[in-house]
């Protein structure tokens, strides 16, 4: 039981060291979910000008999001997941689509 005990102490140890060092990536995490939503489905529907049924599909990721706007007037996408939300907007043609980050976090 001892050993079992040392294992277990010792994986615990490798966990959190590995947690340490990955803080940032895992930090960063929640707002990846609303990003790459809104940027791709931005992309999806007003660059490749797909419909809004296709790009929906082509966005949805195992991580559900929990609220979703597509404002197809200014183009702007909204769309919050795991406590953070993001926007993207096509600017144009050229320009594409450009992912602004909200500020309410």
């Keep these: 039981m001892k050993l079992l ?3 277990l102490l010792l994986a ?13 990536n895992l930090w960063a995490f929640p707002d990846i979910i609303s990003a790459y939503t809104a940027k791709e489905y931005c992309s999806c529907r007003y660059v490749m ?11 949805k990721q195992w991580l559900p999001t929990s609220e ?16 953070r939300s993001n ?4 600017l144009g043609e050229r320009q594409g689509c450009r992912l ?5 976090r």
């Design 5 to 7: 005990n040392r294992v």
């Design 12 to 24: 615990l140890i490798v966990l959190l060291g590995w947690i340490w060092l990955e803080r940032a």
């Design 49 to 59: 000008n797909n419909d809004a049924e296709y790009c929906r599909g082509y966005v």
């Design 68 to 83: 979703f706007s597509d404002d197809s007037a200014s183009k702007t996408i909204t769309v919050s997941g795991m406590g």
């Design 87 to 90: 926007r993207a907007q096509w």
């Design 100 to 104: 602004n980050p909200q500020v309410n």
